[in-house]
């Protein structure tokens, strides 16, 4: 069955779905913190920065209508909602960044999914605030999807990993997480130090 569709009512979703884009940017906006973006140390001209976020907030799915026809459009990308700090218990994602500081080789990795393993995944050594290791124990058996995601030279790549899946951080007060990628060609990145605030339900970190 053939649907058609009129100029005035592409014109009417374009407009209805530009609305919504920037309501939800003004929402973000409003719950979003101000945070420094740090980095790893370079590794064979490449470098690796974790920021905790609110899950999914980097990706907005939308149906686009472009151009007065029914093609499906990209969404946009839309700048992550950031946490410095989280309640016990709170569920955030972890955004990875990968930037390539050659100027002329393209490097790419393999975004497997939440696991705890360098390769598939990303593994993350996790301190807690009273020093213990709580890192989560490595995955052994991986199973699934799995992409490749590249930067070309001077480029950034970017993934979301739902780090609360892996582990919870369920006592209150500051703790610390590093995560390690390794990169197709065999180069292992390490990220900077995370530090994330966690308060307890009554609203008081614990020290």
Request: glycine fraction near 8%.
């Amino acid at each position: 069955m053939l649907i058609k569709v009129s100029v005035r009512t592409v014109s009417t979703i374009q407009a209805y779905s530009s609305c919504l884009l920037t309501l939800l940017a003004i929402c973000q906006l409003r719950g979003q913190e101000a945070v420094t973006i740090a980095w790893g140390p370079v590794t064979n001209n490449a470098q690796m920065s974790i920021c905790a976020i609110v899950p999914g907030s980097r990706w907005v799915r939308t149906f686009g209508i472009g151009a007065g026809t029914n093609e499906y459009q990209p969404p946009p990308w839309h700048p992550p909602i950031y946490k410095s700090k989280i309640n016990v218990g709170e569920r955030f994602n972890v955004w990875v960044q990968i930037r390539n500081l050659s100027t002329n080789k393209t490097i790419s990795c393999i975004d497997g999914g939440t696991w705890q393993d360098e390769g598939n995944g990303l593994f993350c050594v996790v301190v807690s605030p009273s020093g213990k290791d709580i890192s989560p124990s490595r995955s052994q058996f991986m199973a699934g999807s799995a992409f490749i995601t590249s930067a070309p030279p001077t480029e950034t790549m970017e993934f979301e990993f739902a780090f609360s899946d892996l582990c919870r951080l369920e006592e209150a007060g500051s703790y610390k997480i590093t995560t390690r990628k390794r990169l197709i060609d065999g180069t292992t990145l390490t990220s900077n130090t995370l530090r994330l605030s966690v308060t307890s339900a009554k609203g008081k970190a614990g020290h």
